[in-house]
């Protein structure tokens, strides 16, 4: 196809043609996340009965974060075939435009959810609590909107794109400062037998979440069709972490507080507690 402008054409993945099989993992990677989401919708919901009513709007949040989200990857899936029809040969570009601005949208929704969970998990309360609650929203939402502001540079990687994914970093780094604060306040809260979940919490927070400026900058790293289908599956992982693994994750924690609490229905659910976490709550 005919050299596009930068402007005219929103992402990087406007830019080229596809093979069968780079069009086809794309749009399985969109579906098969789209179905995780969906899935762990239903763990969530089939699973709340067995955290204590102090942790059981845990698994609401997932919920929410999960309808989100499933929608958000079966709107890129529909989205990814309208843009790309097959010539005969290749997937080439129909006329309409693919964006990534489903994503940003729905991780305005998702990160305030998901840091509210990591509080609520922590068992923060009071003025601590609220305080935390504005610094991640006030960052969550600033980190989103600088990146999203700054991506519409992506394919000349200008100025535009270099400052605006710069500020955002900066407010990504105090999120994860105040992430990190939570999770250590959270450690002398809990009882002890989570402490190493709460590290595992931590380290899946650092890692799943850092992977995303990776898919911000994968324009600059392989201005390329098999440069799409990376960022494809580097922003799936990091999806599938950061909201359905933590999400379980969280919810595991929790029902172990809870046990440890002496509330029953989560002694009785619970596969996961050791002999002594039984003995000791019931
Ligand atoms: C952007 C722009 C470039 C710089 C940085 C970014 C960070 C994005 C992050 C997103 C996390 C999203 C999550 C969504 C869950 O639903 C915006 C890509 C630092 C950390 C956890």
Known sequence: MAPYDGDATLTFENLYDYSPTQYELV??????????????????????????????????LTGVVM???????GLLALQWTNTFSFDGENYTRTGSLFSN???????????????TQLLIVGGLSGAVFLRRWVSFVVAGLAMIWTGYIGQFDEIDGGTQYWLWGAISTVFYL???????????????LAPSSVTGLLNAVWILFLVSWTIYPLGYLMPQISASANGVVVRSFIYSFADISSKAVYGVLLAIIA????????????????????????????
């Open 27 to 60: 749009l399985s990677i969109f579906t098969l996340t789209a179905a995780v989401f969906a899935a762990v919708l239903v763990y969530s919901i089939a699973t709340a009965g067995s955290l204590s009513p102090r942790y059981r709007i845990l698994s609401v």
């Open 67 to 73: 309808v989100s989200a499933t929608f958000e990857l």
């Open 101 to 115: 601005g489903f994503r940003y949208m729905n991780w305005s929704i998702d990160v305030p959810v998901l840091l």
């Open 174 to 188: 105090w999120l994860l400062w105040v992430a990190y604060q939570s999770i250590q306040d959270a450690k002398q």
């Open 255 to 282: 029902q172990k507080v809870s046990a440890a609490d002496g509330y029953k229905p989560s002694i009785a659910a619970s596969f996961w507690l050791s002999k002594e976490e039984t003995n000791a709550a019931s």
